[in-house]
């Protein structure tokens, strides 16, 4: 790797002054568009080392936090510790804040209103909410009919 970026910036110098000898010399100015393309190539190839360093860094750092983390449930497994992330989970659970809590939009808040003007009987469908009003009340009425002939057949 250190090779490659060496000889990336040597190679970078060197071509700057082959082409300021060349251009004195008197170049046809075909080499402009070879320089290009090998610049972007250098550029492509260095770009490529570099995302391959990257991800052999992580890679590196994964097995370590791995090697880490069974070290850790080793001594917890020692010591009978519980781990950190048990206790955590049981924090939220506990009254949260209502400052953060999701705002509720106009529409939201008309159907919570709606909703709550609403009794049990007229709740969802009118008509439904006519008949189930209708039927208590026709069931109120005849239980009232049967304590009151119940008490004029015991006079």
């Known amino acids: 790797m250190a090779a490659f ?9 060197l071509n700057a002054v082959k082409g300021a ?3 004195a010399v008197g170049g046809d100015g075909g080499d402009d568009e070879n320089d290009k393309e ?7 190839e260095r770009q490529e080392a570099i995302r391959e360093a990257e991800e052999r860094r992580k890679e ?12 850790r449930q080793e001594i917890r497994d020692k010591y009978n510790i519980k781990k950190k992330e048990e206790v955590v989970e ?4 506990e009254e949260p804040n209502p400052l953060m809590r999701k705002k509720k939009t ?4 008309a159907a919570e209103a709606e909703q709550e003007d609403l009794d049990d009987f007229t709740n969802g469908d009118p008509s439904s909410g006519n008949r189930k009003l209708k039927n ?7 239980e009232i ?11």
């Open 5 to 13: 970026i060496a000889k990336q910036m040597v190679g970078s110098q």
């Open 21 to 23: 000898a060349g251009g």
């Open 38 to 44: 090998k610049e972007e190539e250098a550029e492509r």
């Open 60 to 71: 590196k750092h994964r097995k370590m936090e791995e090697e880490r983390e069974k070290m």
């Open 90 to 93: 049981q924090a939220p659970q």
């Open 106 to 109: 106009p529409e939201e808040l």
């Open 136 to 142: 208590s009340i026709e069931t109120q009425v005849n």
């Open 145 to 155: 009919k049967t304590q009151i002939e119940g008490k004029c057949s015991l006079q």
